[in-house]
């Protein structure tokens, strides 16, 4: 009988067991490096890249014009564009020239308010010797129609007025060579000094308001009170009349010098509506004035109250002869 080695058996028991796995199938769990495992095992797939957007196309440097407006018919012209003017008593639009002379002072000032017979004076720094130069530089616009026309008082001064008297309460603008301002006129304040019949009557806006007895200057040759436009000029409560002023002493028998209240100007020559009580008893019946329109205190303080520099009074029926007395107020008289 074979005797094994113990070695040998050992040998033989390794090889029979080996070789029964393997008739098996079965796979020993420790396998290789690079060995690809276990072919029943799937591997998930990769995730697919991520969806992008194709980019934008670039910008174009420049947009397309807009299309051209279509062409009028032939044979037909568009309209002209209506022309702009400002609305009445705006302030004058546009450049006028320079003035040739320097402006030292106007009447009446900005923001006045003043009669219907208020003339616009303008005063320049010297005389002026080209004055067409001067009136093609003073613009004036007003809110009612109202045409009038320049004219020198002096050399040095410049006035414009309407032909008649200004429409009542109408805004008024000058543009002088650049320098602006504006005024009001105010209601037609209308003052009717009639000698036949020794009365002042006022209206406004054509509406009698008082009608007031009244003297005017005396029939001397030397004291009447002439006839024409006059209009208010300045206004003073109280104030010193002194017939020296204008040549006669206050010593001789027409010579006087005293206070007077509710003075209201009407001319350079002295001619004023005032307050007189001295003649109350001659007033609507005579004249005894030196010139001036003597009414009672009553009626010279409403008179004072309600008139305006540029309200007009008109004297008629005096033998007094026309106003002409170059002094500055007569501007409805001689021009």
Request: aromatic share 10%; hydrophobic share 35%.
């Amino acid at each position: 009988m074979l005797v094994l080695t113990r070695w040998f058996r050992r040998a033989l028991i390794s090889g029979i067991c080996v070789a029964g796995l393997l008739g098996a199938g079965v796979i020993p769990a420790l396998a290789e490096p690079g060995d690809p495992g276990d072919p029943g095992i799937q591997e998930p797939a990769p995730p697919p890249p991520p969806f992008e957007l194709p980019p934008p196309p670039p910008l174009p440097w420049e947009l397309p014009p807009p299309p051209a407006p279509d062409a009028p018919p032939p044979g037909e012209v568009p309209p002209a564009p209506a022309p702009t003017t400002p609305p009445p008593g705006a302030p004058p639009t546009g450049d006028v020239p320079p003035l040739p002379v320097g402006l030292l002072k106007n009447s009446p000032n900005n923001g006045d308010v003043v009669g219907v017979a208020q003339p616009v004076t303008i005063v320049f720094a010297a005389p002026v010797t080209d004055k067409k130069a001067a009136e093609a530089a003073v613009k004036i616009t007003t809110s009612k129609p109202a045409p009038g026309y320049f004219y020198w008082y002096t050399d040095q001064q410049l006035r414009w007025k309407p032909t008649q008297f200004w429409p009542a309460n109408t805004d008024v603008n000058v543009n002088a060579g650049g320098t602006k301002w504006s005024f009001k006129v105010g209601d037609a304040f209308v003052s009717t000094v009639d000698d036949a019949t020794f009365t002042m009557t006022v209206t406004r806006n054509g509406v009698v308001e008082r009608t007031m007895p009244m003297s005017i200057g005396k029939h001397d040759k030397k004291h009447e009170t002439k006839n024409g436009t006059y209009y208010v000029s300045e206004k003073f409560q109280k104030m010193v009349m002194d017939s020296s002023t204008y040549g006669v002493p206050t010593t001789s028998p027409e010579g006087y010098k005293l206070d007077v209240f509710w003075a209201t100007r009407l001319s350079n020559s002295g001619i004023f509506v005032h307050a007189a009580p001295w003649s109350v008893g001659d007033q609507g019946k005579r004249d005894v004035s030196h010139g001036c329109i003597n009414l009672s205190t009553d009626n010279a303080t409403w008179y004072f109250n309600q008139s305006h520099p540029g309200d007009p009074v008109i004297v008629k029926n005096s033998p007094g002869g026309p106003y002409k007395d170059y002094d500055g107020y007569d501007d409805w008289q001689r021009f």
